[in-house]
C-alpha cells in the first residue's frame, strides 16, 4: 500500500479515502442510471514513494496497490501466463505476438483482479455484504472471492447469461438474482439496492478500485516482458474498465518513473454492443440500443465507463474497431487451434479485431511487440462454439469400426 488519494476524472477535485466510497460527491449528482457514469474516481498514489521504494529486481506490486495487505482474500488471484505464440503471430505478420491468458484465474476470468480487491476493501470498511450487478463474470469473480474471504455475495445478472458462469455463483454460495431484463436493467437494480439496504457495491467503474484491481494486469505485462511497453494491446470492450485498468496500469508507471511512453490500446467491441467504438469515433455518446452478441461478457447498451475508456484510446494513440458474431466465433476457433488457448467469445472478440486490423490500413508494423489479452476461459460458455462444430459419434470399441 501507498498514500493516495481519489480525484475526479471529471472535475479533478481530490478527496481523501475515508471522504468518498463511489463516484465524485460533486459530479455524481449528475449521474442518473441509464447514462454512462460521471465522476468516476481515480487512484492518485504518491508517485515519489512508489519510485523511491520499488525495485525492479525485487518487485514489491503492493506499492501499486491502494488496500492493505492484511484483507486481501486468501485466495491468489493474476500471476497468468504471458504466452509468447509464435506460429499464429508469424501468420498475422507480428512475429513478437504474446497472449496473456486470464482465463486462468481461479473463476475463469480477469474479472477476479477487480473482485478480489473490492472484497479486500469490504473487509477493511468491515462490510459483510459486496453486491454486484454483471452480465456472468463479474459475479461468478465475485462469489468466489467472497466465498474464499467468508463474505456474503448478492448477485444481480440478466437471467439469459450462460449456464456455467449462474453454476459458478450458485456453487460458490452467493445469492443470485436473475434479472428478467439485460445487464443495463441488473446494473439498476443493484444500485438501488446498495442505496436503500446498504452493503459494498462493486459495480465496474462505480467503485474505484475495480479499475485499479484490473489494473494489475498491465503491471503483470510489463514485468514479464522484461520490463518493457509493449507497443500495443488488444483488449476486448464491454463497459470499458479492463481498457481502462491497462491505461492506468501504464500511467501509474509512467508517473512513477518507470516508463516513458504508453502501449496503443486497440478496443474490440461487438457489431451491434458497440457504443464506445462509436464515442472514440464521432467525439458524441449514444447507447447501443440492442447490443446482442454471443460475446455476452461484452454486451451492453450503456457502458459504465464509456467516458474513461474513449479517454485512454485517445491518450494512447489507440484505437477501436467491432467485429461480428461470425468473425469472433471464427477467431475462438483459430486462436483454440494456432496456440491452445480456449477463450470465450468475448475473449476470441480481441483476436477477431487484431485479425481484421492485420487486414486493413491500420495493420501494426512487423517490428511491433503486441499482447493480445484472453479475458476468460472458453468452457465458460461451450453452447457458442458448439454453434460450429461437431462431437464426433462415438464407434464399436473395434480397430475396424475405426475410419481413420
Ligand atoms: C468483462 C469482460 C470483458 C470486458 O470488460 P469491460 O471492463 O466490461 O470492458 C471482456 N472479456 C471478458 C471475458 C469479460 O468477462
Ligand atoms: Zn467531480
Redesign the pocket.
Known amino acids: 500500500m501507498t498514500p493516495f488519494t481519489y480525484r475526479c476524472t471529471d472535475c479533478g477535485r481530490e478527496y481523501a479515502r475515508e471522504q468518498v466510497r463511489y463516484l465524485c460527491p460533486e459530479c455524481g449528482k449528475r449521474y442518473r442510471p441509464g447514462i454512462p457514469l460521471v465522476g468516476v474516481l481515480e487512484v492518485v498514489f504518491d508517485y515519489e514513494a512508489i519510485c523511491s521504494t520499488f525495485k525492479c529486481e525485487k518487485p514489491d506490486w503492493n506499492l501499486f496497490c491502494a488496500v492493505e495487505p492484511e484483507f486481501f482474500p486468501p485466495m491468489a488471484v493474476g500471476n497468468t501466463p504471458l504466452v509468447k505464440v509464435q506460429r499464429l503471430g508469424e501468420g498475422l505478420g507480428l512475429p513478437q505476438l504474446w497472449v496473456k491468458n ?2 486462468l484465474n481461479p473463476s475463469g ?3 477476479d483482479r477487480a473482485s478480489f480487491l473490492v472484497v479486500a476493501e469490504a473487509k477493511r470498511l468491515g462490510e459483510k455484504r459486496v453486491v454486484t450487478a454483471s ?4 459475479a461468478s469473480a465475485l462469489a468466489v472471492v467472497c466465498a474464499s474471504a467468508g463474505l456474503e455475495a448478492l448477485i444481480f445478472v440478466p437471467e439469459k447469461a450462460p449456464k456455467g458462469k449462474l453454476v459458478q455463483m450458485v456453487v460458490a454460495g452467493a445469492t443470485v438474482v436473475p434479472v428478467q431484463g439485460t445487464y443495463d436493467d441488473a446494473f439498476r437494480l443493484s444500485l438501488e439496492f446498495t442505496a436503500q439496504r446498504g452493503g459494498l457495491n462493486r459495480n ?2 462505480y467503485h474505484p478500485l475495480t479499475l485499479e484491481g ?1 489494473k494489475t494486469v498491465g503491471l503483470e505485462i510489463w514485468a514479464q516482458l522484461g520490463f518493457q511497453v509493449p507497443d500495443a494491446v488488444i ?11 491497462v491505461h492506468k496500469a501504464f500511467v501509474d508507471l509512467q508517473r512513477a518513473g518507470f516508463i516513458d511512453r504508453l502501449p496503443r490500446l486497440i478496443g474490440v467491441q461487438a457489431e451491434h454492443s458497440d457504443a464506445i467504438h462509436r464515442y472514440v469515433q464521432t467525439g458524441r455518446y449514444s447507447d447501443a440500443p440492442t447490443p446482442a452478441t454471443r ?1 455476452d ?2 454486451s ?1 447498451v450503456c ?3 464509456a467516458h474513461g ?1 474513449r479517454k485512454a484510446v485517445l491518450d494512447s494513440h489507440g484505437l477501436t474497431l467491432t467485429v461480428t458474431d461470425d468473425e469472433i466465433l471464427d477467431a475462438q476457433g483459430s486462436l483454440a487451434r494456432s496456440t491452445g488457448i480456449f ?2 467469445p ?2 476470441a ?2 483476436m477477431a479485431g487484431l485479425l481484421k486490423l492485420q487486414k486493413g490500413p491500420d495493420r501494426l508494423p512487423a517490428n511491433a511487440r503486441v499482447v493480445l ?1 484472453a ?2 476461459h472458453g468452457l ?1 460458455d461451450i453452447e457458442s462454439p458448439l454453434t460450429r462444430i461437431a462431437i464426433p459419434a462415438a464407434v464399436e470399441p473395434r480397430m475396424e469400426a475405426l475410419n481413420l
Open positions: 486470464d482465463g476470468s480477469l474479472k452480465t456472468g463474470n463479474a465496474t467503474a484490473k483488449v476486448s470492450v464491454g463497459d470499458g474498465v479492463i481498457l481502462g485498468g460475446a461478457s461484452i451492453v457502458p459504465s465507463n475508456a477463450t470465450e468475448a475473449g472478440a480481441a489479452l479475458t476468460g465458460k
